[in-house]
């Protein structure tokens, strides 16, 4: 089993920045595709970005793209998501997620049915 714990959330004004942290425990082993999810009040689950954990490559939604960074440390099991210009619309609940599978791990298409583990959540609050 996999044990994904989020960390850094918090309360900022919009032109801030935050970084999550999100760490990793138990059968890490070929955990390939990772990355974060979020939900704000009343709307769907959406990706945020995923990292395939072989190479660094990332794949960014187009609404945080430019201005959010996925990154890695495979020596501490640990996966980051700094958040630099934060908008109030990216409030929201942020989710840590993994699997072993790499289909379409970089693309739109792996959507949150194809991630098996998942973190309990860390709340990101951005005021205007």
């Known amino acids: 089993q996999v044990q994904l714990v989020e960390s850094g959330g918090g309360s900022v004004q919009a032109g801030g920045s935050l970084r999550l942290s999100c760490q990793a425990s138990g059968d890490t082993y070929s955990l390939h595709c990772m990355g974060w999810f979020r939900q704000a009040p009343g709307k769907e689950r959406e990706g945020v970005g995923t990292i395939y954990t072989g190479t660094g490559s990332t794949y960014y939604a187009d609404s945080v793209q430019g201005r959010f960074t996925i990154s890695q440390d495979n020596a501490k099991n640990t996966l980051y998501l700094q958040m630099n210009s934060l908008k109030p619309e990216d409030t929201a609940m942020y989710y840590c997620?993994?699997?072993?599978?790499?289909?379409?791990?970089?693309?739109?298409?792996?959507?949150?049915?194809?991630?098996?583990?998942w973190g309990q959540g860390t709340q990101v609050t951005v005021s205007s």
């Open positions: 997620v993994a699997d072993r599978t790499i289909f379409q791990c970089l693309t739109p298409k792996r959507s949150e049915r194809d991630f098996n583990y």
